[in-house]
């Protein structure tokens, strides 16, 4: 694999959860192209974010640090060093492609990319608007439909928010095109990110299926979800997850043609997603509808049709693509190479922490395949969990004193210990663009 230097092709897709896959068990058919890159690949049946929130995943995601680790939105101007920075300081060409406004330049996330297309190079170009808008609506006519969109805010929003909930990003195949257009032109071996939002709601609906009903309301009340309402935003929501999965199978097959350099793929998401499991949608909490993530490897003499079942987290993303190349990550890394997960028996089971929120907000987790602590700061209370038996987290077992939890609680404090005297980076309040600001308001993160 290290004898000639692949292309790093990293997939991320917002909120999608790992029970949605049908390489993860799902019964309908929404991931056939990625349950096939599954099956030519790895398949990391136990992956979580170490944040459920796009601005804790990517911490951890493009630096290996534990979110608590970097106080403030976004990213240091300069330390810890990012994946883009490292991989170009080993001649990598780099480019990133979303419109996420967590994850714009405006919060540090270009460090390291040649080339960065976010939010505000979509909404500040004029002409790239009217391109991209002409194109949609002539989609639209030539299909004889009109977009709607299901959105859980309270209240019906006015004309003018309408208009930002359904200009708040660029469609998936938007960024793939950019995308291809950039990787035509590489001679280098590259690194290329795109973020798909395709998946985060507002969900646009793409087609009419029996249970999709179409009537007038077009936003649904939070809270106020009758089974019907709710099964048919788990089929938008499902029906994304295919356009995205039918988008990644064309851009991975147009990227092979391009570059005689083999290619690895990896695909995850920041975090999973809510359906009223606890009464609600989107919040970040520390169960697995939100911290269970997908992570497939393939290509590059990767081993083909193989799945593990160590816990593994974001923060191991940079080790082991720094080591597909030969090269170390640095000291500053809490994640460690998956690489040797390849070669069975070889890396032993370990526990993910997952660590998140400010200061008194904080939220610590530590997991294995069967159990689950959970501590929040503010109130001082436990949980734990039974994943065997109790899956989906609803009977809180928590005893003072038991032996199994508190040994897990002795091994949080050691990861927390060790994560907050490794290492704190701090990132410096700067002037955030209106693009960026519209659209977390548009997404409900701002009021």
Request: with cysteine; hydrophobic share 35%; glycine share 8%.
């Amino acid at each position: 694999m290290r004898e000639k230097r692949p292309n790093i092709v990293l997939l991320t897709i917002d909120c999608l959860r790992a029970d949605h896959l049908g390489c993860m068990g799902y019964k309908h058919r929404t991931t056939p192209f990625i349950d096939e890159l599954a099956k030519k690949g790895v398949l990391f049946k136990s992956a979580y974010t170490n944040g459920p929130g796009t601005r804790f995943a990517l911490k951890s995601m493009f630096c290996s640090v534990y979110p608590t680790q970097i106080k403030g939105l976004g990213l240091p101007l300069d330390h810890p060093p990012t994946l883009a920075e490292l991989l170009k300081s080993c001649g990598y060409s780099t480019a990133g492609f979303h419109t996420n406004g967590y994850l714009s330049s405006s919060f540090n996330y270009d460090r390291g990319f040649d080339v960065f297309y976010d939010i505000d190079m979509w909404k500040s170009s004029f002409f790239d608007r009217i391109i991209i808008e002409t194109r949609r609506l002539l989609s639209d006519f030539s299909r004889n439909r009109l977009h709607k969109t299901i959105m859980f805010r309270r209240g019906v929003p006015h004309l003018w928010r309408d208009f930002k909930f359904l200009n708040k990003s660029l469609y998936g195949d938007e960024l793939t095109g950019k995308a291809l257009r950039w990787v035509k032109k590489q001679g280098n071996p590259f690194f290329l990110w795109i973020h798909f939002m395709d998946v985060h709601h507002p969900y646009l609906i793409r087609k009419q299926g029996p249970k999709i009903k179409r009537n007038d309301r077009n936003y649904l009340t939070e809270g106020k979800f009758t089974e019907d309402e709710l099964e048919e935003l788990i089929d938008i929501y499902d029906d994304q997850i295919r356009y995205v999965d039918t988008l990644i199978e064309q851009f991975l097959g147009e990227v092979s043609g391009f570059s005689s350099r083999e290619t690895v793929s990896i695909i995850t998401s920041d975090h999973g997603e809510q359906f009223m499991e606890r009464g609600g949608f989107h919040t970040a909490v520390p169960y697995q509808e939100m911290v269970h993530v997908p992570l497939i490897m393939a290509g590059n003499g990767m081993p083909e049709d193989m799945e593990i079942d160590t816990p593994v987290s974001h923060i191991d993303l940079v080790p082991t693509v720094m080591d597909m190349i030969g090269h170390q990550a640095g000291w500053w890394a809490e994640g460690r190479s998956l690489l040797p997960c390849f070669e069975k028996g070889t890396m032993r089971n370990k526990m993910v922490f997952i660590n998140y929120g400010e200061e008194k907000k904080e939220v610590r987790a530590i997991l294995d395949n069967e159990k689950k602590l959970v501590f929040e700061v503010k109130s001082g209370t436990w949980e734990f969990y039974d994943l065997v038996s109790d899956p989906f987290e609803r009977n809180n077992l928590y005893e003072e004193g038991d032996a199994v939890q508190e040994e897990m609680k002795r091994k949080m404090e050691e990861k927390n210990y060790a994560a907050k005297s490794k290492a704190s980076y701090m990132v410096k309040e700067t002037d955030v663009s209106k693009h960026v600001v519209d659209q977390l308001k548009a997404l409900g993160y701002l009021d």
